[in-house]
């Protein structure tokens, strides 16, 4: 049911598109109108909330009244004359799309095998469904609405149909450029292309704001070449859309052909290679022939189901409020429960006890005694703290120093927080703000005399993380830190709480 | 190169020409029916014929010529393993070669004795005459490079790009002299609308045969070569005369064939420099022959006399033949013998042969199906097996028998 909601994206970029008048050929419609409807489609799920009529019925009753105008409507949108495609070509266009449309979409009404860390947009929606959050302007809010249908399973299917429409809008694109058969083939060869019919049965946002950012360009590119500046108005409604959409990352094997390239890259790559093949209409056919069949098992394996055993197991065995830093993802969507990846808080653990990594060294820089307002430390390992000395007595840090990275990873100022398990790979630059006069300078890291460890560095570590607001470690037994952690969790102040196969949680005392 | 209207039934030389070829082949139909099988054949038949299209796809090595290869799957799937069906493949490229051969040189020459003369040496240079014969890409490889040059006199671009591809797939170091030829084609007949016809068919055709078991490639499986110029190029053409001879006709000529082997050496030494991938080293650089005699025919076309060293050097070719085994696997030309032989006196015996013998047998074994043999292994020289079979005598070994020609005996451990 929730590819339903697609069809209220087009019906309101349909109504959109007609009420500016816009002029398109027959086959440019579909894909515009579907894009244009994406962000409205966002909008009206916003509106719905704010109503408090964030429901399945309401959902299905929208789309039926917008379905309804947009048929009423049905000619609003103008049509510019253009010559059909030709029937042989039509029916091979045909063919293919729908074949690879159906591809996905039996591919998307399988298991979840969206991967644990490029889940946001899912996770994010699942926390809404819940009502645990509020919806933005973005994939949250269409997946959300998805969510209505038939939960976590109904978010593949209705990104699945971005593949079929993203492909028309390429082709629509082309066949203004390219003859008829190159422009079908080369459309062909997009969505055949791994990365598309992998994201296609995946729930995360990457066909929808490829979509949007392609009709983006595509329809401002008509409306310099049909002199219609109107068309400037839907070109800004998906940039802003699409530039929401930004960060949805992702990552796809681009198979044999577009491989070496970013996943990205495959749309102006293909329509390169569609500009450059035009005239061999068989090479485009045999390379998209032959990469939808590279992408097939048994020589490209079929994606794997998502775990969702870990997440149940955080479900199950930690509070509602938890925060667990896992050394893996964790399939968001499918807890309610919050975890996070950062590799800062695993920095931290292992400063604790990792022999490259503890503060165990100081260099002690010796300086003339004169005042000074600025101060420069060299990037050399990592620093951990950083303490001016006058005389033996070390000068009080002062909130009016500003501490800059000047080069390196993290920020500076962990190296001026007094905690030893955070620390530094930088060149620092101090202001004190006012001239200040010292004559040595303390750096305590992994470079210079070892002067050994302080005392309670797994505890300040747990500490640390605590503070940060976390409330659970989940280690897994062939990771860098479940022996460490199980051998000296008194050390930690961590206590295990379960384990489920290989993967063991702790909660910080 | 000017076009031959004359009807090649009425022209003596032309006829003879396509009798020598003719009789070509069948010396090559003959060979490939009695030779026994090579070692790099039978590596190639054990690692990519026999096992399932999905290894065969996902390997890499340098001796998986990947179109010969898949040919060869789809023939012995037909005909069965025999070292005949193995070869068949390699037969139908020197049928190309041939057929290829006498169009170049009917046009190279028209009805004159240097005709004939440049198809002996073209069918029975010695660098050349046993890859016809023998289950490796080369013959394949040739016959499509020598078919895209006969394209290139009918201006047929899309047939000599995908020619030239498949001759890529069938054996990757044709990379080099299809890239120069299309190249040299594209600058001198100022082509620049066709390009996509004489690039995109054969690039294409070559990425979907070849991209799936290269992924699979790394550094150490280029190993195969010479490390120096002069040494790699005695190795193929043999004699250094003809390299003198070769040198002269590309300055004499100055032509598409000259410009074509300049740049392929060039860019067999831009490799070797920048990437220090080895100089072709005998039948890695089987190519630059046929171009090498294509030149040399052009060069001396122009030359009253010059059917009389051309028919000179085809005799020599000819005197220097050695049907019964091959000049680079002479040691494996008893391979069928030395198994039955085995079969007969030692057919339960654990049987150990010195590398890189046991390929061979090994895959007669498998062929013959012999289970009450075990396995023949590589020969551990600490652990000697009760029957040996050596390249050479040694001290360690007693001789029980000796083939030859290849020199290969069957030993006991002497002790």
Known sequence: ?509 | MPRISLPWTRAPWIKSAAALLGAAFAYYVWRAATLSITTDEAFTATSFVTPPWLQILTTYDANHHFLHSYLCKLVTSVFGIAPFALRIPALLGAALYLWSAWRLTRTLCGDSPVMPALCALLAFHPGLVDYFSLARGYSLALGLLLYALAETNEQRWRRVSLALGLAVAANAVFILPAATWIAVTLLTRRLWNQADSLIAPGAVAAFILMIVPVTHATEANFYFGAGDFLTSMQTVFLYPLTLLLVLAAALYERGRLALTLALTLAGLAALHFAKGLPWPQGRTGVYLIPLAILLLGQASARWRWSALPLAAAAVFCLATLTPTYTREWQFDSNNREVFAYLQSHYPTTPIAAEPPLFNSLEYYRRLHAVTAMPPIVKLDPAHPAAVNILLAPNPQFRELTRFQPSGVLLAAPAK
């Open chain 1, 1 to 509: 049911m929730s590819p339903l909601l697609a069809l209220a994206a087009l019906a309101l970029g349909w109504l959109a598109l007609g009420v500016f008048h816009i002029k398109l050929r027959a086959d440019e419609r579909w894909p515009a109108a579907l894009a244009v409807g994406t962000p409205l489609l966002a909008a009206l799920v916003l509106l719905l909330v704010k109503l408090h009529l964030f429901r399945r019925t309401p959902l299905l009753a929208a789309t039926a009244v917008l379905v309804g105008l947009a048929l009423w409507r049905r000619r609003g949108i103008l049509l510019e004359d253009a010559p059909p495609l030709p029937r042989p070509i039509l029916t091979l266009c045909a063919i293919g799309l729908l074949g690879l449309s159906a591809w996905a979409g039996y591919n998307a009404f399988g298991p979840d095998t969206t991967p644990p860390g490029e889940d946001q947009t899912f996770a994010a929606a699942a926390q809404i469904f819940r009502g645990a959050a509020k919806p933005h302007w973005d994939a949250t809010a269409l997946w959300s609405a998805a969510f209505q249908f038939n939960g976590h399973a109904a978010v593949p299917p209705l990104h699945a149909v971005y593949l079929p429409a993203l492909a028309l809008a390429f082709l629509a694109f082309l066949r203004r450029h390219l003859p008829p058969l190159a422009a079908v083939l080369a459309t062909l060869l997009l969505a055949t292309a791994p990365a598309f019919q992998l994201f296609a049965a995946r729930s995360g946002a990457q066909l929808v704001w490829l979509l949007c950012l392609f009709t983006a360009l595509w329809l401002a590119h008509l409306a310099g070449r049909t002199s219609q500046p109107r068309l400037l108005l839907p070109v800004l409604l998906l940039a802003v859309f699409a530039a929401k959409l930004h960060s949805i990352g992702g990552d796809a094997p681009g198979g044999y052909l577009f491989g070496w390239f970013p996943w990205l890259a495959t749309l102006p790559l293909a329509a390169l290679l569609a500009w450059a093949l035009q005239r061999q209409p068989l090479c485009l056919a045999a390379l998209a022939a032959f990469q939808f069949a590279a992408s097939l098992p048994p020589l490209t394996p079929p994606p794997q189901p998502t775990s969702q055993e870990t997440a149940r197991f955080l479900e199950s065995d930690t509070p509602a409020h938890a925060l667990t830093w896992a050394e893996h993802p964790v399939a968001g969507a499918w807890t309610t429960r919050r975890s996070t990846t950062d590799p800062a808080l695993l920095l931290i653990l292992q400063s604790a006890w990792d022999e490259n990594l503890r503060p165990a060294r100081q260099r002690r820089q010796f300086v003339t005694s004169t005042l000074r307002r600025t101060f420069f430390i060299e990037h050399s390992g990592r620093i951990a703290e950083v303490r001016f000395y006058r005389n033996d007595v070390e000068l009080p840090r002062n909130p009016a120093w500003r501490v800059r990275n000047l080069d390196g990873e993290a920020a500076a100022t962990l190296a001026f927080d007094n905690s030893p398990v955070t620390g530094c790979h930088c060149a620092i630059g101090i202001d004190f703000g006012a001239p200040v006069e010292f004559d040595e300078v303390r750096i305590s890291g992994t470079e210079g005399e070892y002067i050994g460890a302080p005392k309670g560095l797994r505890r300040a570590a747990t500490l640390e993380l605590k503070r940060r607001g976390i409330t659970h470690i989940l280690a897994w037994e062939k990771g860098t830190l479940y022996g460490e952690l199980s051998r000296n969790a008194q050390y930690w102040g961590l206590r295990e709480v379960g384990s489920r196969d290989a993967a063991h949680l702790f909660t910080l005392d």
